[in-house]
C-alpha cells in the first residue's frame, strides 16, 4: 500500500502543498480536504 498524504485546508497554501509532495514523489496519493465549498485553483 502507498503512501497517502492528507492536507486540511484548499485555500492557497493547500493546494500548493499537494502539487509540491506530487512533485516530489509522483505515486503518493494527495486528499485535501477543504470545509468550504470551493479550493483554489490558482494556487
Ligand atoms: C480581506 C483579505 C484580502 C486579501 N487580499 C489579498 C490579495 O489581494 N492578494 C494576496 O496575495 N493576498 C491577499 N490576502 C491574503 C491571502 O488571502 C492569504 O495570505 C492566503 O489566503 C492564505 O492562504 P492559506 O492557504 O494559508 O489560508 P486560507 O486561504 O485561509 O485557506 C485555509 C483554508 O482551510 C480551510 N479550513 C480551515 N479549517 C479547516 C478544517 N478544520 N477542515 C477543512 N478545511 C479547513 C478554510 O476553509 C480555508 O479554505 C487577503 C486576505 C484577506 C483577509
Known amino acids: 500500500m ?3 498524504v492528507v492536507i ?3 485555500g492557497a497554501a ?3 502543498a499537494a502539487a ?3 512533485r516530489r514523489d ?3 496519493g494527495v486528499t485535501i480536504i ?3 465549498s470551493y479550493v ?3 494556487s
Open 2 to 4: 502507498g503512501r497517502n
Open 8 to 10: 486540511i485546508g484548499g
Open 14 to 16: 493547500g493546494p500548493s
Open 20 to 22: 509540491e509532495a506530487k
Open 26 to 28: 509522483a505515486s503518493l
Open 34 to 36: 477543504e470545509a468550504g
Open 40 to 42: 483554489s485553483f490558482a
